[in-house]
């Protein structure tokens, strides 16, 4: 396919070809795509939607790649990232509103300086407002759920849709973006108006508690299995003797078990075997099944 004769002429925002990808990502791990788009506006992103359309180019949207696995061969067709450069943050009264690529951390801190609570709890996840969305991302007993009220989203052919909290179908980790294929453009979120230093205070707390527990200098994707029914991940891990257990360049963090990290050079069939692994252990001497929450794209 001839991308960029394609591209040339259509406004869809920084445009790059067979693009590495490991740098989009947190666990420093993927192979090229084809296409990199970086759009700046909802026209661009429309845009890049309908001219993928027309033209039956594969599209994958990514955020800022604190969840993700990508495949050592890539992703064909045109990644779209919604990151830094699709970044927006307005605050009416106790609602805030943010575009998709806008860092959850940015977006609590801005409701802390307009005295809101209600974003404390997840201001540590490292993903953007898209992803936190698309994976009703929760953290200390908050989730996206709790506070989102509407969703701003497109179809992969540009078509444009507003959904409410309830039409969002959001569960653990889950919501309707990922069932009806769909791309989040933007959110808002009711907050409440509280006092400026208990909420700072907290805010505070709990990223201390994130940072005494969880290995953020290392190449990761957080927790890399859902919480099982009736146990956690990270103590099954733990209670299998698996803490620190290493195989090649991928290891059980020491730190945080329920975290496996790229210590350097992983490859992600050297990732997607070594959860696989733990899973295989875990599952053998517990009974408990450990479902991957870390989600993987790409040509496999
Ligand atoms: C150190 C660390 C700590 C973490 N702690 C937590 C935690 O406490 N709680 C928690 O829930 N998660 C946690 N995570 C995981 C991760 O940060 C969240 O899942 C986050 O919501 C992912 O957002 P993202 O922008 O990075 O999405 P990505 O990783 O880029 O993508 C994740 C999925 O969402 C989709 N997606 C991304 N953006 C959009 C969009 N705009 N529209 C449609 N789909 C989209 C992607 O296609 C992909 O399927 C942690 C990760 C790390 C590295």
Redesign the pocket.
């Known amino acids: 396919m001839d991308y960029k004769s394609i591209y040339e002429n259509v406004k869809v925002g920084e445009v790059f070809y067979d693009h590495p990808l490991k740098d989009y990502?947190?666990f420093g791990i993927g192979g090229k795509a084809d296409v990199l788009v970086k759009p700046t506006s909802e026209d661009e992103l429309r845009n890049i939607l309908k001219i993928n359309h027309k033209f039956a180019i594969k599209t994958?949207?990514?955020?800022?790649?604190?969840?993700?696995l990508i495949s050592d061969k890539g992703i064909r067709g045109t990644v779209i990232v919604?990151?830094d450069n699709y970044s927006n943050i307005t605050v009416e009264g106790e609602v805030l509103s943010a575009l998709?690529?806008t860092s959850?951390n940015e977006a609590a801190l801005c409701a802390i300086e307009n005295h809101l609570s209600g974003m404390e709890e997840?201001s540590?996840?490292?993903?953007?407002v898209?992803?936190?969305?698309?994976?009703n991302?929760?953290?200390y007993g908050g989730e996206i759920k709790d506070i989102c009220i509407l969703v701003k989203?497109f179809d992969f052919e540009g078509n444009e849709y507003e959904f409410t909290n309830s039409d969002m179908h959001f569960s653990y980790?889950h919501s309707k973006?990922?069932e009806q294929d769909?791309?989040?453009?933007s959110a808002s979120f009711k907050l409440k108006a509280g006092n400026y230093d208990e909420i700072i205070e907290k805010y505070q707390d709990f990223t201390n508690r994130?940072i005494s527990k969880?290995p953020?200098d290392r190449k990761?994707?957080?927790?890399t299995f859902k919480r099982p029914v009736g146990s956690y991940a990270s103590k099954l891990i733990d209670e299998c003797g698996l803490r620190g257990y290493r195989v090649g360049e991928c290891q059980v963090s020491e730190k945080h078990c329920g975290?496996i990290i790229n210590v350097d050079k992983a490859t992600c069939t050297d990732m997607l075997s070594f959860i696989e692994e733990v899973s295989r252990i875990v599952s053998e001497k517990t009974g408990f099944v450990l479902e991957r929450?870390v989600?993987l794209?790409g040509e496999i």
């Not at 898209?130 to 994976?135: C, P």
């Not at 769909?182 to 453009?185: A, D, G």
């Not at 990761?220 to 927790?223: E, Q, T």
């Open positions: 990502t947190t994958t949207v990514i955020g800022r790649g604190s969840n993700l919604l990151a998709a690529g959850l997840i540590g996840i490292p993903g953007s898209g992803g936190a969305v698309a994976m991302a929760g953290a989203a980790r973006i990922f769909l791309i989040v453009s994130r969880q953020l990761s994707a957080g927790s975290f929450e989600k794209i």
